[in-house]
């Protein structure tokens, strides 16, 4: 992760970036407008663990235009954030746009807790809205560390079709 850039989307508490940045990236950690404030405090209370790295949070609303700085990150994290249906629509506008519909280098990272039915068939759907723009392949279960692995969660990577199609 050392000198590469991150994006996070839907951060929540920021732990998932703020781990980015104490692996040296520099490190984007976004959410609601309300939640910045908890970003914030939790990114000053660990700032001592970053190192090389760096974690700022801001706001940013699915659907909404991202700032400049936050376009063609090397990687694109979404940890939990297929929850709901109505939000795909707008988290698919910002992941397109963050990625200049998939004509950038970002890699996205996405992981899942598929404890019901109907949150799998959620994930289905938003596969589905992605898969004309990138390739969509599932983190193999034993490459995962056995100490933390559970039978619900469920990561896959995500790299560009056109990409792979101009090559």
């Keep these: 992760m050392c000198g590469r850039t991150v994006v996070e989307l839907g951060a929540g508490t920021g732990v998932v970036g703020i781990m980015a940045g104490y692996l040296g990236a520099s490190v984007i950690i976004t959410d609601l407008e309300s939640?910045?404030?908890l970003l914030d405090h939790n990114v000053n209370e660990n700032r001592h663990l970053l190192g090389a790295g760096s974690v700022v949070a801001k706001p940013l609303c699915w659907g909404n235009p991202?700032?400049?700085d936050m376009l063609h990150p090397n990687f694109l994290v979404l940890?939990?954030?297929v929850y709901y249906e109505s939000s795909l629509e707008n988290l698919r506008e910002t992941v397109l746009a963050l990625?200049?519909?998939a004509r950038s280098q970002t890699v996205i990272l996405a992981c899942y807790e598929e404890r019901t039915k109907e949150i799998g068939d959620l994930i289905c759907r938003w596969h589905s809205m992605l898969s004309d723009y990138f390739d969509i392949r599932d983190i193999e279960r034993d490459s995962l560390d056995t100490q933390y692995l559970q039978d619900f969660v469920?990561?896959?990577i995500m790299s560009s079709r056109t990409r792979h199609h101009e090559k």
């Design 66 to 68: 991202p700032d400049s």
């Design 99 to 101: 990625t200049s519909e």
């Design 79 to 81: 940890a939990n954030c």
């Design 154 to 156: 469920r990561i896959v």
């Design 35 to 37: 939640l910045v404030p």
